[in-house]
């Protein structure tokens, strides 16, 4: 049982391993507990729809769906849910995707023990938290942008089908990815074509070139 008024944790990492080593360091401090784990990102989905949580720290490479689309949803779902992106990947395009998609932190897996609570405190604050180090970095980059008239990148596809591609490059077949997300499999065919047009790419080998490309799944 949570103490009162401790922050209750949602913790979504797919390696149990690491899942087990964050809930130690989170655990430890008494204003925050983990209530719950989930070991892709449709899974914390799921729960928070149910359970009654605050934060959510979310791992970026997740199978089903990963960190960056379950924060889509999750700030559309429970926008009274704050987020945390935990990840890896020492990376600007993650950095400014996870702020479009409603986190207030990100936090990098090597530093997780120096970072984590500070940001999951930061978080729930209602205040924004970079890891230290990258801040100078993407502030610099951010007003050059600015400066120079460039609007920050845009994704080359939408959210749905970014949903699709990565259940595709994953092998799930059309049937099994209508089921997932509730959409009938000629519709996913119909995603899956204009994927295949819209990125020029010939067949599901390319697509999951692509994805593992662009940080969806993990090679």
Do not use: W
Not at 84 to 100: G, S, V
Not at 114 to 125: Q, T
């Amino acid at each position: 049982m949570p103490a009162t008024g401790s922050t209750r944790i949602l913790l979504a990492d797919d390696h149990a391993l690491v899942r087990g080593g964050v809930r130690l360091i989170l655990d430890a401090e008494p204003d925050l507990t983990v209530v719950a784990e989930a070991a892709d990102g449709a899974e914390a989905v799921a729960i928070a729809r149910t359970e009654p949580i605050d934060l959510a720290v979310l791992d970026i490479s997740m199978p089903r769906q990963t960190g960056l689309q379950a924060a889509r949803e999750l700030s559309r779902l429970q926008p009274q849910v704050r987020i945390l992106i935990l990840t890896m990947y020492d990376n600007e395009q993650y950095f400014f995707e996870a702020l479009k998609a409603g986190a207030s932190g990100y936090v990098l897996k090597s530093v997780a023990d120096r970072d984590l609570v500070e940001a999951c405190r930061a978080a729930m604050r209602d205040e924004p938290f970079i890891y230290p180090g990258a801040e100078t970095a993407l502030i610099r980059r951010y007003l050059d942008r600015a400066e120079q008239g460039r609007p920050l990148p845009d994704k080359a596809i939408t959210d749905r089908e970014e949903e699709i591609l990565k259940l595709v490059a994953e092998g799930h077949t059309s049937k099994e990815i209508g089921d997932l997300l509730f959409i009938s499999a000629k519709t996913v065919e119909r995603h899956r074509a204009n994927l295949l047009q819209k990125l020029g790419l010939r067949d599901r080998l390319e697509l999951t070139r692509y994805a593992i490309r662009v940080g969806l799944i993990e090679p």
